[in-house]
């Protein structure tokens, strides 16, 4: 089975930041037109994004979005807002970690858990308690990011990718937005290379290798274009859009 108009991709993998969204943080005009025509011909949209739930859900909601989610580069895979398919949380022996080494080199950080966003002027007191999902740093000096990346490989027990070039992003070992999407796909009985997946930073990597057809954004970092499949428009100049007329609804294929 395949969408209307011929299209043989039947889910768009979207990420959010630096892809769907543009600099200030909103969906454009045509992005959202778009979407909203890809959806009437059966396209299931879903958000593959490093945001948690919370953060993701009014923009899911601008564009009428129930589901499915893949939230905190795959900590959470929702078939829809009232159902969790799986989580993945992060050990909180590895948050205490990832924790100490951030206060240790004076790094701003941030932590996902099902119940919200952490960071140092609020972090909980029982923080063992919490589900963490993701554990994020951000660090302008490459040398403090090279070695926090190579402390955490050698942990052996964390997925280090991220979202921004100056930031490192830490989930369980194993978890990924391609992992995520594979669920997602199980669950609508979609097969992996009928999707496309849209990105532009480390963490949609792998769901742009594993994707029928993998898009990296114009803005995207170097591994993500040498990743991809094809190379699309900005998130300035509503790169989203141009993959839904060109790709999921124009019937072309790569290759």
């Known amino acids: 089975m395949t969408g209307s108009r011929g299209s043989a991709y039947r889910l768009l ?8 969204l543009d600099d200030d943080k909103r969906i454009s005009r045509e992005n959202r037109l ?16 490093g945001r948690g739930m919370h953060s993701l859900l009014p923009y899911a909601e601008e564009l009428g979005l129930d589901g499915p989610f893949v939230a905190a580069n795959g900590g959470e895979v929702w ?29 701003r950080y941030w932590a996902y858990a099902s119940d919200g966003v952490y960071d140092a002027e609020h972090w909980p007191l029982a923080a063992g308690r919490h589900v963490w999902l993701k554990f994020g740093v951000w660090a302008t000096d490459g040398h403090v990011r090279e070695m926090l990346r190579e ?57 742009i290798r594993e994707a029928g057809l993998g898009v990296a954004m114009g803005n ?26 060109e790709f999921v609804l124009g019937g072309a294929r790569r290759g």
Do not use: Y
């Not at 778009?34 to 994004?49: D, N, P, Q, S, Y």
């Open 34 to 49: 778009w979407i909203a025509r890809a959806r009437e011909t059966g396209v299931v949209v879903c958000l593959a994004t």
């Open 79 to 107: 078939r829809s807002r009232a159902e969790l398919l799986a989580r993945r949380p992060l050990d909180r022996h590895d948050v205490s970690w990832l924790r100490g080494l951030a206060v240790r080199h004076r790094l």
């Open 220 to 245: 995207a970092q170097p591994e993500v274009l040498a990743a991809a499949d094809v190379v699309t428009a900005s998130n300035a100049e509503d790169g989203v859009a141009r993959v839904i007329r």
């Open 13 to 20: 993998a979207l990420d959010m930041d630096g892809t769907l």
């Open 151 to 207: 402390k955490a490989k050698r942990r052996g027990t964390l997925e280090v990718t991220n979202s921004h070039p100056l930031n490192l992003e830490f989930n369980a070992r194993g978890v990924s937005k391609a992992a995520g999407l594979r669920l997602v796909c199980e669950a609508f009985g979609i097969a992996m290379d009928e999707v496309v997946a849209v990105g532009d930073s480390l963490n949609d990597v792998a769901m």
